[in-house]
């Protein structure tokens, strides 16, 4: 199909919808295919997923488009095998020797804690891309979104005082209506496909505060195109920052960290740092020497918030003052009120469905 831009068609735009449309053909099949395997696998008594392919697979993806691939990787695994479920499949390979492999996020919530590592290797990739390559051991230390930390509870260890959480607005993690919440009863709201936390909590939110009964449909995290069909979109990270700050005429943006310190009195915590329990178990000292570089790194950062901001306006996304407004606002502690606020959203989280009943956090060294 060709694609018009003003009123002639661009030759290059069909060849790339061509290509678009060869792409997801080929998804398809890959999906048909790799569902055939873990068919085959389950009815031997083996489980969905294979941790070693996966690896080869993040590899293979990754040396060809670094971080990006990452994400990528973790984007057309989902799509064959669905999100990594609450089986207990993953049996990460944990290395032996060498360095302990950090990740941290690409958005700029994790901004200060990447600034503050400076040289300190790390992976980069979206939330969603992180909690895989941290269940399938690609990485052994990195920040996972509340929620697939909650899901993954009994496989995982927090790392004591450090989180990505607001205490009030936190600019990047927001639902756009057309109109007051109350006119979304019985409407629908598109939540963006890279939010985990976000999503849940803001069927939380609406169900239990707005008390609105809504229809939920998980979309690619597109503002525009998720209001062509919803009456409310969630979205998160660096495209919610954009459309924070320069808010669309005729949107709502409602702040998802200002409702629920509204709503509950209490900071609302959207990721923590993690290891798996195996590694912590198998490597202490390592995982130790990983948390005190991280709270270094966040703190050389917290001290040096404009230089960060300027290092992130790189992108051209934001600019240095954007972004130094939002990282003031973000809060990477993780205290006694984070703790309280994590506590009574998985409450919440669990009464939906989401979580298991059980689901807390523990924290590697016993403590908080
Ligand atoms: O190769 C396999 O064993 C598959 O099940 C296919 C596949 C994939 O889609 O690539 C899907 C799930 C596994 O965890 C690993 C790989």
């Known amino acids: ?35 055939g395997i873990q068919r085959d696998r389950l009815a031997n008594g083996g489980v969905r997923t294979d941790t070693a392919r996966e690896r080869e697979i993040f590899r293979r993806y990754r040396s060809e488009f ?14 064959c095998r669905g999100r990594l479920g609450a089986e207990r499949a993953h049996h990460a390979i944990e290395p032996e020797t060498g360095p302990l492999r950090l990740g941290t996020f690409s958005f700029a919530n994790c901004g200060t804690v990447r600034w503050g590592l400076a040289d300190v290797p790390t992976e980069t990739g979206t939330p969603a891309a992180m909690a895989a390559a941290l269940l399938v051991g690609e990485v052994d230390v990195a920040p996972i979104s509340l929620v697939e930390y909650l899901r993954h509870h009994d496989e995982l260890l927090a790392l004591p005082g450090l989180a990505i959480g607001s205490d009030g607005p936190v600019l990047s993690c927001q639902l ?36 609105v009964d809504v229809e939920y449909r998980v979309e690619p995290p597109v503002l525009a195109d998720m209001l062509r069909q919803a009456d409310g979109a969630v979205l998160i990270g660096d495209a919610a920052l954009a459309e924070t700050l320069h808010p669309r005429p005729g949107l709502r943006v409602h702040d998802l960290g200002a409702l629920w310190r509204d709503w509950t009195g209490l900071p609302m ?87 298991a009943e059980d689901a807390d956090l523990t924290f590697f060294g016993g403590d908080a």
């Open 1 to 35: 199909m060709a694609v018009r831009t003003g009123t002639h068609v661009t030759p290059a735009r069909s060849r790339i919808d061509d290509l678009d449309t060869k792409l997801i053909a080929l998804l398809h099949e890959r999906r048909r295919i790799s569902a």
């Open 66 to 79: 670094g971080s990006a691939g990452t994400t990528l990787s973790s984007t057309v695994l989902e799509i």
């Open 176 to 211: 756009f209506t057309r109109g007051p919440l109350e006119d979304l009863a019985g409407g629908r709201v598109a939540l963006g496909s890279t939010s985990r936390t976000a999503a849940l909590l803001a069927t939380v939110l609406l169900a239990e505060w707005a008390g």
């Open 269 to 355: 915590v959207f990721a923590v740092w993690a290891v798996r329990r195996s590694t912590a178990a198998r490597r202490p000292d390592d995982v130790r020497a990983a948390h005190a570089v991280l709270l270094e790194a966040a703190g050389r950062g917290a001290a040096n918030l404009a230089d960060v901001a300027e290092s992130l306006a790189h992108n051209g996304l934001f600019s240095g003052d954007e972004l130094t407004r939002y990282l003031g606002t973000l809060d990477h502690s993780l205290g006694e009120r984070q703790l309280a606020g994590i506590r009574h959203f998985a409450k919440l989280a669990a009464r939906h469905g989401d979580v």
